[in-house]
């Protein structure tokens, strides 16, 4: 599989990838901008080139049947979203029940154009310990773009200004919704 996506990946795509591989066993992913559902597509090719196993969490509905099966198979990890449930701590232990878990998820939380961020991306990382990976899907470009690791040091804040720059002129597949 991984020299029939690379092929789709560099040849009949024409991307390239660049930065470190998120070789760590366990790691949260920050993939961004996330503006349209091709860039799950991406992400499934991505992680195929890789040679990597790639996780993902979603709301539980999406594992129940007709589909629930299409959404483990491509690393996803249901959560319990109902009301009154700390995600952040329930996405963080999953990684203390797990000896690989790298979690992949879009800080902006939706596909729609967004002033913030949503911080869970990094709290699940600083309860469960992990790094983080920043990862950009530049359509303009045609570029993967992976950072080194980056280690959230309790200020959001900071950090996030940080990130930030890791993006600046990356184009989502939608150009007006990043």
């Not at 996330?34 to 709301?59: N, P, Q, S």
Request: net charge positive; charged share 20%; with cysteine.
């Amino acid at each position: 599989m991984k020299a029939f996506a690379s092929w789709i990946f560099y040849r009949l795509m024409g991307w390239k990838l660049t930065g470190p591989r998120p070789e760590l066993e366990k790691c949260v992913i920050a993939v961004a901008p996330h503006t349209h559902w091709v860039d799950f597509l991406l992400g499934l090719i991505v992680r195929k080139v890789l040679a990597l196993e790639i996780h993902y969490i979603g709301k539980a509905a999406l594992f129940r049947p007709p589909y629930g099966w299409f959404f483990r198979w491509t690393g996803g990890t249901p959560v319990d979203r109902s009301g009154g449930k700390d995600n952040v701590k329930a996405a963080a232990e999953i990684f203390g029940q797990r000896d690989l878990f790298r979690l992949a998820l879009a800080p902006e939380g939706t596909r729609k154009k967004v002033a913030r961020w949503r911080s869970g991306f990094y709290y699940i990382a600083l309860e469960a310990g992990v790094p983080i990976f920043l990862v950009a899907f530049d359509f303009g470009r045609k570029e993967v773009r992976i950072s080194q690791p980056q280690y959230p040091t309790g200020n959001f804040e900071s950090d996030y200004a940080q990130y930030l720059s890791f993006y600046e002129g990356v184009e989502g597949y939608v150009p007006g919704r990043f």
